[in-house]
């Protein structure tokens, strides 16, 4: 069974950094893109960053010069690296992987059960 474990969030203060971590493991042949996902309360669930097998990368505009995304094929493990935290990055932050499993050719949508990132004095 394939399962995305995300760690690494926390209470941060506004200007400091956090890196989160997203371990995908199970049976898996492989992996396509992955991505960040965070949803604060009473909104709805947004990009955050994403990156293919080849290492592209894209950013919402939010976050762009803050946040780097990246990945660790081998390990089968995203990563994104957060600085210069501001309050409005407060929210639960989700992995989310395109995932073949070793079973299946076909691709499909995992997701990580969450973490939370309080940015506050």
């Known amino acids: 069974q394939v399962r995305l474990v995300e760690s690494g969030g926390g209470l941060v203060q506004p200007g400091g950094s956090l890196r989160l971590s997203c371990a995908a493991s199970?049976?898996?042949?492989?992996?396509?893109?992955m991505r960040w996902y965070r949803q604060a309360p009473g909104k709805q669930r947004d990009l955050v960053a994403s990156i293919t097998t080849a290492g592209r990368t894209n950013y919402a505009d939010s976050v762009k010069g803050r946040f780097t995304i990246s990945r660790d094929n081998a390990k089968n493990t995203v990563y994104l690296q957060m600085n210069s935290l501001k309050p409005e990055d407060t929210a639960v932050y989700y992995c989310?992987?395109?995932?073949?499993?070793?079973?299946?050719?076909?691709?499909?949508?995992?997701w990580g059960q969450g973490t939370q990132v309080t940015v506050s004095s």
């Open positions: 199970g049976s898996i042949r492989s992996i396509n893109a």
């Open positions: 989310n992987a395109d995932i073949a499993p070793a079973y299946s050719v076909t691709l499909r949508g995992y």
